[in-house]
């Protein structure tokens, strides 16, 4: 049973730090698996990478196999049905005209010392990028990840993408060859994050590594951030749906159980100022879940992990929303818009009850990539600022130094920094001769 909670009951602070506790994906278990994983890719390479693909994803592989050779994406890709090839081009095209737009600019001026300043963006040179493949295959994930990467301009780009028991989704390869990625190493998890981010003799290392992936990947993530760039923490999948109770109960369960059929780690999440309306959900997540292909799954998340809370009115749906910083969050109410404004930390917001979140998945546009365990506090959604790196720039003239340069030489001065003052002394003594 999901819990039930109504912001009234006088436990309800106790049951709701509890509910955003609840998630494994920062646990210390899960950490400390990754960490020897790590260590092992490290000290042993290739061989490692190989003997962690077979016992994880049941897939023996040759340093020489590693990769998806020519031929066997050329094969794969013939294979795909017209109509995905056709709804994939159709995402690639509305992803990257997004992604376009987010493209920052160069900026330089001079002030009124004569000094110019300003930054230019530049891509990073070499990006690995993680799409998901343990319980579900991604190829949407290919797309949100490579795009934005392309856009930023990034030389050279890799997947990782497992592929448990060696079967490849045709359509994984498929969005590789659309948004122009040759380079696919078919492992997955830990190992696959390790081996980019400190290389193997088969694997070049990157520079940055993004992507979402389970509770494995993101911990993964955390630990080689400082060694290379990562976009965010985009760890099992989290839904919370604001709805009022003019909505169909049957529509806000089946977008509840989009995120739980995910990984049963994943979150879903209801907050309704109806508990009648909240109770019909409950049940209609129950009818569908008989049936649901994915049940085995999507059963165990909404058991453990999910949760519906009645609250007084959407002020107070706002609020408790702001504490969750909910991966997706969906505002099924009559004005999405005004609710929209009270909300602070959401990864992305889906807007009215015509919206459901799954449209973000694949064809919206927006990356569907997306901070989750309440990381959207401080982080945003992938975009193609993560491949890009800002450096500043500043030239002085001769007047500009000898306008600004006395004060810092006092500031250099007072930090007992010598060399530093000297540096602009030097300068200004030759200007004053
Ligand atoms: P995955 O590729 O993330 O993980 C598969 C890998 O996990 C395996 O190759 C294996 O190496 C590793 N693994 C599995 N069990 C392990 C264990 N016990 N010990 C060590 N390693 C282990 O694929 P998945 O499992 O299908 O998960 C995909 C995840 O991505 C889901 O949680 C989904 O919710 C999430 N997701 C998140 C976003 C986002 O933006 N936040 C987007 C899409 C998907």
Not at 62 to 88: G, R
Request: glycine residues 8%.
């Amino acid at each position: 049973m999901p819990v039930f909670l109504n912001t009234r009951d006088s436990d309800f602070e106790t049951q709701f730090t509890t509910l955003l506790g609840a998630k494994r994906e920062d646990s210390p278990d899960v950490d400390a698996v990754v960490a020897g994983i790590i260590a092992d890719v490290r000290a042993r390479g290739d061989a490692a990478v190989l003997e962690l693909t077979e016992k994880f994803d049941r897939l023996t592989l040759t340093p020489e196999t590693l990769a998806f050779s020519a031929e066997e994406i050329d094969a794969a890709v013939a294979q795909v049905p017209e109509a995905e090839a056709e709804a994939l081009s159709l995402a690639a095209r509305r992803i990257r005209a997004y992604h376009e737009r987010q493209m920052p600019h160069d900026e330089s001026w001079t002030d009124a010392t004569g000094a110019r300043l300003g930054w230019r963006w530049g891509p990073v040179d070499a990006a690995g990028l993680y799409v998901p493949g343990g319980l579900a295959s991604y190829p949407s994930s290919v797309l949100m990840n490579a795009i934005p990467a392309q856009v930023a301009g990034v030389k050279r780009l890799a997947i990782c993408a497992p592929t448990p028991d060696g079967v490849a989704n045709p359509l994984v390869l498929l969005a590789a060859r659309l948004a122009g990625v040759d380079t696919i190493y078919r492992i997955g998890g830990a190992q696959a994050v390790a081996a980019m981010a400190y290389g193997t003799e088969t694997i070049a290392p990157v520079d940055k590594i993004t992507g979402p992936g389970n509770a494995f990947v993101a911990a993964a993530k955390r630990r080689v951030f400082g060694k290379v760039g990562i976009d965010m923490i985009a760890g099992p999948s989290e839904i919370l749906v604001i709805a009022d109770g003019d909505n169909d109960p049957d529509w806000i369960a089946v977008d509840l159980l989009s995120q739980a059929e995910h990984d049963e780690s994943a979150q879903s999440i209801l907050i309704t100022d109806d508990a009648e309306f909240g109770a019909a959900v409950a049940r209609a997540v129950d009818a569908r879940l008989e049936t649901l292909e994915r049940r085995a799954i999507a059963g165990p998340s909404w058991r453990d992990y999910g949760a519906v809370i009645t609250v007084a009115d959407l002020d107070e749906a706002a609020a408790l929303s702001d504490r969750i910083a909910p991966e997706h969050l969906e505002l099924c109410v009559a004005d999405p818009v005004a609710l929209s404004e009270k909300i602070t930390h959401a990864g992305a917001i889906f807007l009215g009850q015509w919206t459901p979140e799954a449209i973000g998945d694949y064809i919206g546009g927006p990356n569907h990539v997306l901070p989750t365990a309440r990381s959207a506090r401080f982080s945003s959604g992938l975009s193609v600022m993560d491949f890009l790196k800002r450096t500043t720039l500043a030239q002085m003239t001769p007047e500009a130094l000898r306008a600004i340069g006395p004060a810092a030489e006092t500031l250099a001065k007072s930090e007992s920094l010598e060399a530093h003052g000297l540096s602009v002394r030097a300068r200004l003594d030759r200007l004053n001769r």
